[in-house]
């Protein structure tokens, strides 16, 4: 039975702790992706860092549309901002996702992507998203679908059904199209997620966050594994003060990192015959 593993970490560049925190997991533990923020004030100093200290990590684009300021002007995507010219935060936004101008939402997916390849001179070599904003809605999932499909980039894979029954995702679609239509949704979005034409992995777990966030529990997943490939996701960080002012998931992080580099994640998956991957091998 082969199991292969992608244990990507989320949110490159929000502060220089967190990329600080996610290259260590990577030098020194099983992380073997990131992908970045790239409208984030530190995320081109922390592509830099990561090109001289860690060239075997792959790295793909957390496209967002739900924290700091946008890489298109401001007036360019009013559906998506705030008055002050930052983007709306999750829960206002998932609000209004059925009737926001989907030709803004590409407008600046379209431009992340754009700022990512002139500092790295490359595609992304994977995409995904924060908030899992791509599974809110059946028109932003078929645009993430679409912007894959164009790039030839693999895409996460956070289509499981167990992922969108469980937890806020759960509730967004809830709050916006009523319980009686989950089913339906559900089913089509997973359609739409999953029969685009785009490489992913086939299974994915978001399940190593919060309380969760032990090395019990990592170990856990990783001797879980389902044959195929798999993602883990994570968040690994060095906790600095510019991290507790811009996110309420902080000194998780640190956990995080700590059961990342355990010598113990590595001797399991050693023993498991567990292989480590990145992104760019699925192609």
Do not use: W
């Not at 969760?212 to 990592?218: E, M, Q, R």
């Not at 594994?225 to 690994?236: A, F």
């Amino acid at each position: 039975m082969l199991r292969r593993l992608i244990v990507n970490a989320d949110d490159f560049g929000l502060t220089p702790g967190v990329s600080r925190g996610i290259i260590k997991a990577h030098r020194e533990g099983i992380v073997t992706s990131t992908s970045v923020m790239i409208n984030m004030p530190y995320a081109e100093e922390s592509l830099r860092l990561a090109q001289q200290e860690a060239p075997d990590l792959g790295i793909g684009l957390h496209l967002n549309l739900t924290a700091g300021k946008p890489v298109s002007p401001p007036d360019a995507i009013p559906d998506l901002v705030t008055p002050t010219g930052e983007f709306l935060d999750a829960d206002a936004l998932i609000d209004r996702l059925a009737s926001v101008d989907i030709r803004q939402v590409k407008r600046e997916l379209t431009a992340q992507i754009d700022r990512f390849m002139a500092i790295m001179g490359h595609p992304p070599d994977h995409l995904d998203n924060h908030h899992y904003i791509a599974a809110r809605s059946l028109q932003t999932a078929s645009l993430f679908v679409e912007i894959a499909r164009e790039l030839d980039c693999p895409n996460r894979n956070s289509a499981a059904r167990k992922d969108i029954l469980d937890g806020d995702l759960a509730g967004s679609y809830s709050r916006i199209h009523g319980k009686e239509k989950m089913p339906q949704l559900i089913e089509e979005l997973n359609a739409i997620l999953t029969g685009g034409g785009v490489s992913a992995p086939d299974h994915f777990t978001g399940s190593f966050y919060g309380d969760s966030a032990t090395l019990g529990h990592l170990l856990l997943i990783i001797l879980d594994l389902e044959e195929g490939i798999s993602e883990l996701m994570c968040h690994p960080a060095e906790v600095d003060d510019e991290l507790r002012s811009v996110s309420s998931y902080n000194d998780r992080r640190a956990d995080e990192l700590a059961a990342l580099v355990h010598p113990s994640a590595r001797e399991v998956i050693n023993s498991s015959f567990v292989q480590l991957i990145n992104f760019g091998d699925l192609k």
